[in-house]
């Protein structure tokens, strides 16, 4: 069973800190890793999304990627009250198209 | 990017009534269509892959005679909930692959059904 592992939360930062979101995963030969935010009530939008390792920024967005771990994270820079949502980390199964989910973090910003 | 829309965005329904759900891609084609379901403060579960053309392929655990699935276009497929159950309420959510062919590719999500079964 490939599995995509994230800890439930809730993740409670300060406005403006650094938010960081961490995930693992069971599939080595995954190749492809998104980042995706879920606002309550609402279908998940893309945030990033990383294939090599080290890491890609986008704005207050950086993706770390290291495949030797198994490990993705989601770092959020300058955390606004608006970042306050469930945060989905996802990965594309090695031997299908499909994306498996991990359960998501909730978090939550403090103003 | 791609846009997914779902119909309807929201059904309330009697117990033992059928009710369908609409995933179409508005700009681009899409052979393969994901089919999701969550329930409160859960993740996204898979419930079944659409396949244009063909029949759906259903994960483990779905019962395909209960969540029939339609995809008779490129841009149209249909999920439809038979004799639902107070139990099958859940946010449906579909979603479809972009057509790029590189491992970077992404999936689009619709805005979700919100589907409550009294």
């Known amino acids: 069973q490939k599995e995509v592992e994230q800890n439930s939360g809730p993740l409670s930062v300060p406005e403006g800190a650094i938010a960081s979101l961490n995930c693992t995963y069971s599939?080595?030969?995954?190749?492809?890793f998104f980042w995706y935010r879920q606002y309550s009530g609402k279908s998940p939008e893309l945030i990033m999304f990383?294939?090599?390792?080290g890491d890609k920024e986008d704005g207050r967005f950086t993706a770390q990627l290291n495949k030797a771990s198994q490990y993705v994270s989601l770092l959020i820079r300058d955390s606004q009250p608006s970042d306050s949502a469930t945060y989905l980390c996802?990965?594309?199964?090695?031997?299908?198209?499909?994306?498996?989910f991990g359960s998501g973090t909730r978090l939550s910003i403090r103003p | 990017g791609a846009v997914v829309s779902q119909h309807p965005s929201r059904v309330i329904c009697k117990s033992g009534t059928s009710v369908k759900i609409e995933c179409r891609s508005l700009?681009?084609?899409?052979?393969?269509m994901f089919w999701y379901r969550q329930f409160p403060k859960q993740s996204l579960m898979l419930m079944a892959t659409?396949?244009?053309?063909?029949?759906?392929?259903?994960e483990q655990g779905v019962e395909k005679d209960k969540f029939l699935i339609n995809h008779a276009s490129l841009t149209l497929s249909t999920l439809t909930v038979t004799s639902a159950h107070p139990e099958d309420s859940s946010f449906y959510i579909c979603?479809?692959?972009?057509?790029?062919?590189?491992?970077?590719?992404?999936?689009?999500f619709g805005p979700g059904t919100r589907l409550t079964v009294l």
């Open positions: 996802a990965v594309r199964d090695s031997s299908a198209s499909k994306i498996i």
């Open positions: 990383i294939y090599s390792n």
């Open positions: 979603s479809a692959p972009s057509l790029k062919k590189s491992s970077t590719d992404t999936q689009y």
């Open positions: 659409s396949n244009e053309g063909s029949k759906a392929t259903y």
């Open positions: 700009d681009f084609q899409a052979t393969t």
């Open positions: 599939d080595r030969g995954s190749q492809s």
